[in-house]
């Protein structure tokens, strides 16, 4: 079905239903992975380059063959996904159920926040052009294979990172990569959304003249003043892994990992572009990276500007500083293969 109309209630915010953080396991209750619990599936029309219809129908004949009950809400439009992400994780909590998201990252983050405050368990069917929050956990991607997992789960907390009131499972990013991010959805729009018109957008952003922001950040009790085309912050292993970072290791232990990119030249972002896809990006002299558990960002910007642009998960927001970096009080019970698989980089 498509998605109906949306009230105006609101989530709670990431901080407003754990008092201390490091309490997080005492306070936080644990779902069951119940095969007979309804799922309310969200699939987002625009992820990835499947055919949404084609998904529905199987996923659908595959959950009526299980006699699994179910709903699905197709929203078709961007600026409903939040809210329709709030009625499933409602109507999962009125009946005992879980909640699945059907697309790529930035729907995966739509639902987790809807889902994250009240211990709903969350599904994941990728559809995305990455897909780095399934793989992660091992999650197939293939739509069969993903459905299956959702009819008999072992429910996995899951480590979520937080800047201000929003959430975030893969990345958050301002300077130049908010900016590649925009020109990848201008072209994948036309193009399709392929892995390799994702690439060939990003090297053409790299080719351009690019500015340098200046942040203040506090890290571990210290100030500094960096000059950069980018900062990274990273919760996914796959993602750092595959470029070569050190930090996969700490992100899965309670840490968060920055990078802060040392250049803005065109010639040298190109090179480093080369190494990550080498997955020798962490060995880069123009790289600078750490892992950290919090971390405050303050941008100094331009006159009368009051927010930034920055990038979470791939989708692209306003943000005004300072920006407050830290690991959310809870995590995020996973729907995720019985076995343990080795996740898929």
Not at 251 to 272: C, D, E, F, M, Y
């Amino acid at each position: 079905m498509k998605a109906g109309a949306c009230n105006s209630r609101t989530t709670p915010g990431i901080n407003e239903y754990v008092p201390d953080p490091d309490e997080r396991m005492l306070t936080q209750s644990i779902p069951r992975a119940d095969r007979t619990a309804p799922l309310f599936i969200v699939m987002n029309a625009r992820s990835g380059a499947s055919d949404s219809n084609e998904s529905h129908e199987k996923m659908r004949l595959q959950l009526e063959a299980a006699r699994r009950a179910h709903e699905f809400v197709l929203v078709e439009h961007p600026e409903d996904l939040t809210c329709q992400a709030r009625r499933a994780v409602q109507a999962a909590r009125e009946r005992g159920g879980a909640v699945v998201a059907v697309g790529g990252d930035g729907t995966i983050n739509a639902i987790a926040h809807a889902a994250l405050p009240f211990d709903v368990p969350m599904g994941i069917v990728p559809q995305g052009t990455f897909n780095y929050s399934g793989r992660a956990h091992g999650i197939p991607l293939e739509i069969e294979a993903a459905t299956e997992v959702l009819l008999n789960p072992r429910l996995k907390p899951v480590q979520v990172g937080a800047v201000n009131d929003r959430i975030f499972l893969v990345n958050v990013s301002l300077g130049l990569y908010p900016k590649a991010l925009e020109q990848r959805e201008e072209a994948t729009t036309q193009l399709g959304r392929k892995p390799i018109v994702a690439l060939w957008s990003g090297l053409r952003t790299l080719l351009q003249e690019s500015g340098q922001l200046t942040l203040e950040i506090e890290l571990d009790r210290e100030r500094e003043v960096v000059r950069t085309s980018t900062l990274f912050v990273g919760n996914n292993p796959v993602q750092l892994e595959r470029v070569g970072l050190p930090e996969a290791d700490d992100v899965q232990q309670r840490h968060l990992a920055g990078v802060i990119v040392k250049t803005n030249r065109p010639s040298a972002l190109l090179w480093l572009a080369f190494r990550g896809a080498l997955g020798t990006l962490g060995d880069a002299d123009q790289i600078r990276s750490f892992a950290f558990r919090s971390m405050t960002v303050n941008p100094r910007l331009r006159y009368g500007r009051r927010d930034i642009k920055i990038a979470i998960d791939g989708e692209i927001l306003r943000i005004r500083p300072p920006l407050r970096f830290s690991i959310a009080p809870h995590s995020l019970w996973l729907m995720v293969p019985k076995q343990e698989t080795t996740p898929q980089c």
